[in-house]
């Protein structure tokens, strides 16, 4: 089964990978599965069965994805990152930050993969979860409009490459290489994108590829 834990799991031993990032945890469904050298754990507040503690492989920071930007820049200049996953606030504007940010430490070779970037609804694109689940259609299943970040690189960021596995709510994948294509929307015009805007033109918007697409 292709879905984001195998898609990690496999780019961390395809690219020998060192260190993992995960941004937003809760539970640990998808962090405690992944295996790799070190891993570090960011969420306000993990909802992890049993509890967690930090040893020699893995780092816990109950902190928010912005804090723990800042407070640990001294160790992520150090080592860096190479693989990191993305799964916090469902919005355009923070997974868009977690991005940049993550950006900033990735080292040569790095992923950043992004989930919930492929709604299948309005009511589980919706930015706001309250008001998601007043929304007629409402399944419990919110991804936000995190879409609108994959929009925003694929627009103004012609260092990177940016795709979407049509998968697992849809997997983000951005790396640091020449862009196989780019689309041309401004700042203001992705922020008054709609889901409707997105249902028209979703392959091309988002890069949309098959879920065993291959990642070099």
Request: net charge negative; hydrophobic share 35%; glycine share 6%.
């Amino acid at each position: 089964m292709i879905n984001r834990t195998t898609i990690i799991q496999n780019l961390i031993e395809q690219k020998q990978a060192k260190i993992y990032l995960e941004i937003g945890v809760s539970t640990g469904n998808n962090f405690l599965q992944i295996r790799a050298d070190k891993k570090m754990a960011v969420d306000p507040q993990f909802k992890i069965p049993g509890g967690y503690a930090s040893d020699e492989s893995t780092n816990y920071y109950e902190i928010t994805s912005d804090d723990f930007f800042v407070t640990q820049s001294d160790i992520l200049e150090t080592n860096g990152l190479d693989v990191v996953f993305v799964d916090g606030l469902h919005t355009y504007e923070q997974s868009l930050k977690d991005v940049l940010n993550s950006l900033e430490y990735l080292n040569e070779g790095g992923i950043i993969l992004m989930h919930d970037c492929n709604p299948s609804s309005k009511a589980s694109a919706h930015p706001v979860l309250s008001e998601a689940r007043q929304m007629p259609g409402f399944n419990n299943a919110w991804m936000g409009d995190v879409w609108k970040a994959i929009v925003y690189l694929r627009s103004l960021r012609s260092d990177l490459s940016v795709f979407v596995l049509d998968c697992d709510c849809g997997v983000g994948i951005v790396q640091k290489k020449s862009p196989e294509s780019m689309l041309n929307y401004s700042q203001e015009a992705i922020d008054n994108l709609s889901y409707e805007d997105l249902e028209a033109d979703r392959a091309n918007l988002l890069n949309l590829k098959k879920p065993d697409y291959s990642i070099e």
